[in-house]
């Protein structure tokens, strides 16, 4: 009623009964006291009429807003644009050269974009100021990466995901990554190895980081569990040793020992009939003897391990003939 | 439908074992690869109104106009792929039906967590109180079938002429 009332001048007497009809037909009657006539022929001259009533539209609100008001309070929230609420000369629009593009009012295009009017400069201020009280302190003692890897060297790695939807639920949350440098894990030669056999191509050697990635069971927690039992199980079992392992042959090592192997003993053999020292040893002296006296030994280690290891190829095949050249006291090759 | 086809191509092939009679069937010629849809025909007198939505065909999308709907179902690895569009075409329906004859531009819907937001630019055809009736009816009931917080953001004009783009 108060709207109708702003609407007309005072004093008119309006049917209240319409009290607000747009694109209807009204009677307009000279004297609305009479009451209406049914006129079937239509012979009265005084035709129905239509007419239509617009509503007056209030000035857009920008119009009126003053030049030092709280933006904030106005756009508090993410909003599609509104142009009667936006108090910038916007145009926006694809048009022929020495066109304008269309204005704010009435332009779809500006509602559709995302605007970040709801996330100017004053307000995230603000907002980071409201939400200070809950940061604590970074500990002082973690001041580096190093200071955090030695004081937490397992890394758990976790994804949570923003996505519109009736759920706020993503099931790719649940999946767990943990990481670990092998270095920090307390093993021995052997639990090493059979270690790094259970972990399998989990282990990067390049980074010497273990990888072990769960997405078994539905929830987090249930994949952090099982990450960690993955770890601790594969540690455990690392360092127990089988009975069968002892019968381990030359045959079956899966990869070169020089120590163990017949290389070593002629290297040793050798440098004792050289010397003039010869003396006849056992498979365990051989095998523990102290190559550091013999010059360029440690060279020619390498330089077979890495032969058999690596594989035959120009630069190991090159580095084995240089140090055997070494190790006899012949000249370097010059050619 | 493949299916069919596939039974069909059983069947002959049970009966007559020959490849000529089954190529004799099938009538196949050159696709006409014009694309129509989404572009408008010239008028004669040149008195077509378009908004500039329909001014630009839909290869202009993201160079001269941008998307209808907002989510994060079309990017890769998206979820509810097909649960969204089915949404999405729920949502431009029944906001085109309820405000029968207003609305005056696409139905732009926007997603943001579990947060809807549809816009639309409304003909100021009816009355405020009828346009309030109609924002909390449409609301509600979107709400209520969608399971998400509905809102919509609509901006008025006075006439369909005020979104007129160009007349062709």
């Not at chain 1, 009964?17 to 009657?29: C, D, G, H, K």
């Not at chain 1, 190093?146 to 949350?173: F, G, L, Q, W």
């Not at chain 1, 035959?312 to 240089?322: F, Q």
């Not at chain 2, 309030?132 to 979107?142: D, K």
Request: proline share 6%; net charge positive; charged share 30%.
């Amino acid at each position: 009623m108060s709207l109708f009332m702003k609407r007309n001048k005072p004093g008119v007497v309006f049917n209240t009964q319409i009290l607000w009809r747009l694109n209807s037909t009204v009677a307009e009657n000279k004297d609305e006291e009479e009451f209406r006539v049914l006129d079937i022929l239509k012979k009265k001259d005084s035709r129905q009429k239509r007419i239509v009533r617009r509503a007056e539209v209030a000035p857009d609100r920008a119009e009126k807003m003053p030049t030092d008001q709280n933006w904030g309070n106005v756009w508090p929230g993410p909003r599609s644009f509104h142009p009667s609420s936006v108090p910038l000369p916007i145009r926006q629009g694809y048009v022929p050269k020495g066109q304008v593009p269309p204005g704010k009012k009435a332009n779809a295009e500006l509602m559709k974009i995302p605007n970040f009017l709801h996330l100017t400069p004053p307000v995230i201020k603000r907002q980071c100021e409201a939400i200070r009280k809950f940061c604590t302190e970074w500990p002082k003692l973690l001041n580096s990466e190093e200071a955090i890897d030695k004081h937490y060297p397992v890394e758990i790695i976790t994804s949570d995901y923003c996505h519109a939807s009736p759920t706020i639920r993503n099931p790719m949350a649940r999946v767990v990554t943990l990481r670990i440098k092998l270095a920090n894990l307390d093993l021995d030669k052997h639990a090493k190895d059979k270690f790094l056999r259970l972990v399998g191509d989990r282990y990067d050697e390049k980074t010497d980081l273990v990888t072990l990635t769960a997405d078994r069971c539905p929830l987090r927690k249930q994949n952090l569990d099982y990450v960690n039992y993955l770890l601790t199980a594969a540690y455990h079992e690392a360092w127990t040793v089988e009975e069968w392992e002892k019968e381990k042959m030359e045959d079956d090592m899966e990869y070169y020992v020089w120590d163990n192997n017949q290389s070593k003993r002629n290297l040793i053999d050798w440098y004792h009939r050289v010397s003039g020292t010869e003396q006849v040893l056992s498979d365990e002296e051989y095998r523990n003897y102290d190559i550091s006296s013999i010059p360029h030994a440690k060279e020619y280690k390498e330089a077979v391990s890495n032969l058999f290891n690596e594989g035959e190829s120009e630069e190991t095949i090159e580095k084995y003939g240089g140090t055997v050249r070494k190790l006899l006291g012949l000249p370097e090759r010059t050619v | 439908m493949n299916s069919s086809i596939f039974k069909l191509i059983q069947n002959v092939s049970a009966v007559s074992k020959s490849s000529a009679i089954l190529s004799s069937q099938f009538h196949t010629s050159p696709a006409l690869c014009r694309v129509v849809s989404g572009k408008y025909r010239i008028t004669k007198k040149r008195d077509k109104p378009l908004t500039y939505e329909m001014a630009n065909p839909p290869h202009y999308i993201a160079h001269r106009k941008t998307w209808n709907s907002w989510n994060t179902s079309s990017l890769k690895d998206g979820l509810r792929r097909p649960e969204t569009a089915l949404e999405d075409e729920f949502i431009r329906r029944f906001m085109n039906g309820t405000w029968h004859g207003l609305v005056c531009s696409e139905i732009i819907i926007k997603r943001q967590f579990n947060h809807i937001r549809v816009a639309a630019i409304i003909r100021r055809a009816v009355s405020p109180t009828k346009m309030y009736f109609l924002l909390g009816y449409s609301e509600e009931l979107m709400a209520n079938w969608l399971h998400c917080p509905v809102t919509l953001e609509l901006q008025t004009v006075d006439s369909f002429k005020d979104v007129v783009f160009k007349y062709i």
